[in-house]
T-cell receptor, first 111, second 113 residues
Framework: RKEVEQDPGPFNVPEGATVAFNCTYSNSASQSFFWYRQDCRKEPKLLMSVYSSGNEDGRFTAQLNRASQYISLLIRDSKLSDSATYLCVVNHYNQGGKLIFGQGTELSVKP | DADVTQTPRNRITKTGKRIMLECSQTKGHDRMYWYRQDPGLGLRLIYYSFDVKDINKGEISDGYSVSRQAQAKFSLSLESAIPNQTALYFC????????????FGDGTRLSIL
């Protein structure tokens, strides 16, 4: 079983739609969580950290459910420019600064 | 100028050749990482370094070696390249102290024929 699992998609949504991705992680000792965004064949870029109480950044909301070991990303009012692959990233205590990346969920926003 | 610079950006070479990929950073970060990315597999960690004297194997270190010559530089070598090392390679850096987000270079697209 992979340490971090994501539905690879693609999720095809119209502009203005709300879309949500989930990601599950297998190690209950996981401590830190991030969402990264990666445009086609370019470098991953940090989108947002995920905090225990949940957090919001503009149209993006991240949630953490430790009991069920999943994190989610909600995108409201989707824009064409949101089309990308979204990577779920996890770290656990004994990994130090190492991050474990999910394979990514592809989002395509259509006009 | 990019904070994390990888050279070359693209490389095509033949099986058995020795290849070096370079990474330099101006962010002043202590920690540096090398990943490869393959379709359907996501990013996999090859090697990482938490300071100049520190080298650690990642998930898939076989066939690779690294050198941390200075805080700002971390190079990845393929001693004898083979076709299944064809991939997109990324260097990343992060600050020290707990778990910090990582910042990636633009990537090196490597093809082994």
């Amino acid at each position: 079983r992979k340490e971090v699992e994501q539905d690879p998609g693609p999720f095809n949504v119209p502009e203005g739609a709300t879309v949500a991705f989930n990601c599950t992680y297998s190690n209950s000792a996981s401590q830190s969580f991030f969402w990264y965004r990666q445009d086609c064949r370019k470098e991953p870029k940090l989108l947002m950290s995920v905090y225990s109480s949940g957090n919001e950044d503009g149209r993006f909301t991240a949630q953490l459910n430790r009991a069920s070991q999943y994190i989610s990303l909600l995108i409201r009012d989707s824009k064409l420019s949101d089309s990308a692959t979204y990577l779920c990233v996890v770290n656990h205590y004994n990994q130090g600064g190492k991050l474990i990346f999910g394979q990514g969920t592809e989002l395509s926003v259509k006009p | 100028d990019a904070d994390v610079t990888q050279t070359p950006r693209n490389r095509i070479t033949k099986t058995g050749k020795r290849i070096m990929l370079e990474c330099s950073q101006t962010k002043g970060h202590d920690r540096m990482y090398w990943y490869r990315q393959d379709p359907g597999l996501g990013l996999r960690l090859i090697y990482y370094s938490f300071d100049v004297k520190d080298i650690n194997k990642g998930e898939i270190s076989d066939g690779y070696s690294v050198s941390r010559q200075a805080q700002a530089k971390f190079s990845l070598s393929l001693e004898s390249a083979i076709p299944n090392q064809t991939a997109l390679y990324f260097c990343a850096t992060s600050d020290s102290g707990g778990v910090q987000p990582q910042h990636f270079g633009d990537g090196t697209r490597l093809s082994i024929l």
